[in-house]
């Protein structure tokens, strides 16, 4: 089974930008359509929002409404990493970032079809 880590989050003002990093160990990532979701303070616990996914090969992306033009998935798979830029942050997009690896080759914004999850990052945004 794959193991995730995320890296790369911090504290940043708005309209500044991040690029989180998502490294697999255990088995190849290209086994795997990955995800990344949030969860915003506040909210139900073990709800998560689908911020966007790309497939095995990385030929197809996609993302949340709240996110399409400012973050971008990529992936290099030969050193089993998946990345989120995020561009023009704003104060809602401050969350626990976690990136998660699914299951067939469909991009599902289904939390629940995802195993298993690293163990998130802290991304902050001050106005």
């Known amino acids: 089974q794959v193991h995730l880590v995320e890296s790369g989050g911090g504290s940043v003002q708005a309209g500044g930008s991040l690029r989180l990093s998502c490294a697999g160990s255990g088995r190849a990532l290209s086994y795997y359509t990955m995800g990344w979701f949030r969860q915003a303070p506040g909210k139900v616990p073990g709800r998560y929002q689908f911020v966007g996914g790309i497939s095995p090969t990385g030929s197809t992306t996609l993302y949340a409404d709240s996110v399409k033009g400012r973050f971008a998935i990529s992936r290099d798979n030969a050193e089993n990493m998946v990345y989120l830029q995020m561009n023009s942050l704003k104060p809602e997009d401050t969350a626990v970032y976690y990136c998660?690896?699914?299951?067939?080759?469909?991009?599902?914004?289904?939390?629940?079809?995802?195993?298993?999850w690293g163990q998130g990052t802290q991304v902050t945004v001050s106005s």
């Open positions: 998660a690896a699914g299951r067939g080759d469909a991009i599902d914004s289904v939390g629940d079809r995802y195993a298993p």
